[in-house]
Structure formats: C-alpha cells, structure tokens
C-alpha cells in the first residue's frame, strides 16, 4: 500500500491509502490531493514502512507544533489499515 498525507493550509491534515501506483495516480488525477502534491502540501509515503518510519520520527520538523495533527492523521491512517496497533 501507498499511504498519502495531505497537509493542506486551511483545512486540517487528511491520510490515505493507495493500493498501487495506478490507485494512486487515479485518486491523484483531478483532485486536490493532486494539487496540494504540486505545491509540496502532500507527503506520499511508498510502503508501510516507510510511512511507519517517518511516523516514529517524532523529531521531525513536520510534527512539531500544529504538525502534530499531521502526524496524528498519518497515525489514525496506520491503525485503519492495521499497520499499527491502538495501544
């Protein structure tokens, strides 16, 4: 799975899965996820771990201060698709 973290300026931060490249590009394709990955406004994390990882980086500029709502949208993300457990 393809998990999307999109940080847009006024709305609050929203994750999501891809099952593949080509889910992804046609969730991409159209949609604001799409425009906010043109402004830098989406992280695009290409497997589990790798979204895991950069969860688990709690010293990351991106988490400090409001961007713990980002980091908490990516979290919720994880324990939908059972990646990471609720305790």
Avoid: N
């Avoid at 940080?7 to 609050?12: G, N, V």
């Avoid at 992804?24 to 830098?40: F, I």
């Avoid at 990516?74 to 609720?86: D, H, N």
């Amino acid at each position: 799975m393809i998990y999307v973290l999109e940080l847009p300026e006024a709305a609050p931060p929203r994750a999501w899965f891809a099952f593949d490249a080509d889910d992804l590009a046609r969730k991409l394709d159209g949609s604001d996820a799409g425009a906010l990955h043109a402004l830098g406004r989406c992280r695009v994390y290409p497997d589990e771990a790798t979204a895991m990882a950069a969860f688990e980086r709690t010293a990351d500029p991106a988490w400090q201060g409001d961007g713990w709502r980002a980091r908490w949208a990516l979290r919720e993300q994880l324990i939908a698709t059972e990646v990471l457990a609720e305790d």
